[in-house]
């Protein structure tokens, strides 16, 4: 455990250098081991759930690169590491599934290494029950200790026995590990980690941890940092951005944060995720409104349209409260591409409940939305409730749901039809030849281009609208 006296706001330096030690001692006898076998040893990192999570994800990829493994796609690799989630149950299903999957792998490569992390890992009865069922899988970790990874895989070349290593919390935030990134030209960048909201239905807040904000510093530095390194798209990420900085030793607010990036020379394009409605302030509205960099594209989860169910969420807005923000967001920025999350069947929720749902989509003019059944999840106070929805009423509100938010994108989406638009280039689709793209709104758009363009901003022309997407020719 850490030294106290290490400590400076919070962040760790010294600790930084000692999980470096440790990289240099699991890629020693990873060279060793690979120089055996005559061949380079390979890993597997699949994972689940949130943007959170992708990040997460590509700071134990650095890691694994670092010593000396290298990533491929498929399973058969001397180490396989499932990244998690939790957040609803088939995130969990999925995971047992696979482990059956691994197992019968392992038989057939004894010396193959399992590791789990992330949120699912964060639950007691989990563990519990990869202990007793799954005694095949060699690391397990949580959400806390994600930065003592290297130390962790260390210790797990040479051990036999099982290792989990959870932590109930924590206040530490280390910075400058080596980290992997999925795209060259974008990045997400943690701007806080945890949650302090107990929204009754969600499990974030006890796998997660208590809300810590970065300090802005180390923010910066960061962004600088990458868009030395060719990115020129940063998502700033969080459960809940807009109370950024509040559990600052010098408080501050997101939209300050914002400022202080939007002079970072290079950086093109600003996102961030998830707002919460309640804490989405004036501040932040006109920050983007007036900002050169900022995406005009807020992702804004509504939840619930019924004030009674919000409530029993404890959303701590009402339907009224939200229309409004809505519309103020709309007044100050009149092309804002609004996003949002659904669930559908919360305990309790009548037709009427559900109706008032599909009066807020009528009226909000979503881009997208996502929606999703509501998931019982132990531990939190909605899993406790009465009347729990019949499986059959929700998935009949559910398909209502999913047609409307359809009906409603497509009408939204299509109003760009005809104009021009700036548009980063991503990555092949599936067709060769045809590249996909992202407007500022987060709209995607598929075009011939070839591989020369990407990470750069062409101008198409957005001739068909298909749904989700555009068909687009550059100009
Ligand atoms: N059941 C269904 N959906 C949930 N979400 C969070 N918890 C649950 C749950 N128990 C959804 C919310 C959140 C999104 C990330 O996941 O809509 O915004
Ligand atoms: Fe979950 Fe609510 Fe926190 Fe979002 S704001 S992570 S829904 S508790």
């Known amino acids: ?148 990874f290297a130390e962790l895989f260390y210790e797990m070349l040479l051990s036999d026995m099982q290792i989990i290593d959870i932590w109930e919390g924590t206040d530490q935030i280390v910075e400058d590990l080596p980290t992997e990134r999925n795209y060259t030209f974008k990045s997400g960048v943690n701007i806080m980690f945890g949650c302090n909201n107990f929204c009754s239905y969600c499990i974030v807040p006890y796998v997660r941890g208590r809300e810590r904000s970065r300090e802005p510093e180390a923010i910066v530095r960061e962004v600088e940092r990458l868009v030395s390194d060719g990115v020129s798209e940063v998502m700033l990420l969080g459960q809940n951005v807009n109370s950024y900085g509040k559990t600052l030793k010098e408080p501050m607010t997101f939209a300050r944060l914002l400022k202080m990036l939007e002079p970072v020379e290079g950086l093109k394009r600003i996102r961030f995720m998830t707002s919460h409605p309640k804490d989405l302030s004036d501040e932040l509205i006109e920050t983007m409104a007036e900002s050169r960099k900022i995406c005009h ?52 929720e009548t037709e009427e409940d559900f109706e008032e749902t599909l009066d807020v989509v009528e009226k909000a003019g979503y881009d997208t939305a996502f929606t999703f059944l509501y998931s019982k999840r132990t531990g939190t106070p909605a899993a406790k409730m ?49 590249f996909t793209g992202r407007t500022q709104y987060n709209l995607l758009v598929h075009f011939p281009a070839d591989e020369s363009l990407l990470g750069k901003y062409v101008k198409v022309r957005l001739d068909e609208c298909r749904g989700f997407y555009y068909l687009g020719t550059r100009v």
Do not use: W
């Open 1 to 148: 455990m850490i030294n106290e006296k290490y400590r400076e706001n919070g962040t760790d330096i010294d600790e930084t250098a000692r999980q470096r030690s440790f990289i240099s001692l699991a890629g020693a006898l990873t060279e060793q081991k690979s120089r055996a076998l005559g061949r380079p040893l390979t890993y597997c990192l699949t994972t689940f759930g949130c943007q959170m999570n992708e990040k997460q994800s590509e700071a134990v990829a650095g890691i694994m690169d670092e010593i000396g493994y290298h990533r491929q796609e498929n399973e058969e690799a001397d180490v396989v590491i499932y990244n998690t989630c939790t957040v609803r149950e088939n995130a969990n299903l999925k995971v047992y599934g696979r482990l059956g999957h691994l197992h019968s792998l392992k038989d057939q490569n004894p010396d193959m290494k399992i590791i789990l992390f992330g949120c699912m890992m964060q639950e007691a009865h989990v563990v519990e029950k990869i202990k007793k069922s799954y005694p095949f899988v060699n690391l397990v970790f949580g959400t806390h200790n994600i930065f003592k």
């Open 297 to 348: 594209h807020l992702h804004l989860p509504l939840q619930s349209g019924s004030s009674r169910i919000l409530k029993e969420m404890n959303r701590r807005y009402d339907k009224e409260k939200y229309l409004s923000l809505v519309e103020k967001i709309r007044k100050a920025i009149p092309d804002i591409s609004l996003t949002t999350d659904i669930i559908v069947g919360f305990p309790g």
């Open 386 to 434: 009465e009347n729990q929805v019949p499986e059959e009423v929700a998935k009949e509100r559910f398909n209502r749901l999913l047609a409307l938010v359809q009906k409603k994108g497509r009408e939204r989406s299509s109003r760009f039809t005809g104009t021009v638009q700036e548009v980063l280039v991503e990555e092949e689709s599936k067709e060769k030849g045809i």
